[in-house]
């Protein structure tokens, strides 16, 4: 049985500017983004000024877009998958080569003893 933990609503409305800036073509103002979500103007600029902090969104002029943040763990998380991906790979090479073997071992000596 697994828990049940209750959800924090700022995480919540910083998911939610998250994804609305993610589907902007351009740079949108925090009024913008608070009509748009619901949010009001001044919580919404909160966590934008610390999206900012942490380089998950930027300000250009009195317009805000997603920062290189989320690109850099993407990207690290992309290079992690690949790398396991190709020792996973690896791994089912090597145990078709040693099957290979095997089978290759266990003809041999069934041509043996035929003869």
Known sequence: ??????????VSKTIAILKYLGNCKEPVSGVEIGKAL???EGTVMC?????????????????WMLGTALAL???RV??????DMKSTANIRR???ERRKRAN????WAFLQCER
């Open 104 to 107: 290759l071992k266990f003809e």
């Open 47 to 63: 966590h934008l000024a610390t999206l900012e902090d942490g380089g998950f969104v930027v300000s250009v002029g009195d317009r």
């Open 78 to 83: 992309k290079s992690s998958l690949e790398a």
């Open 38 to 40: 619901g949010i009001a």
């Open 94 to 96: 090597v145990s078709n």
């Open 1 to 10: 049985m697994s828990k049940s933990y209750k959800r924090i609503e700022a």
């Open 73 to 75: 763990i993407w990207a």
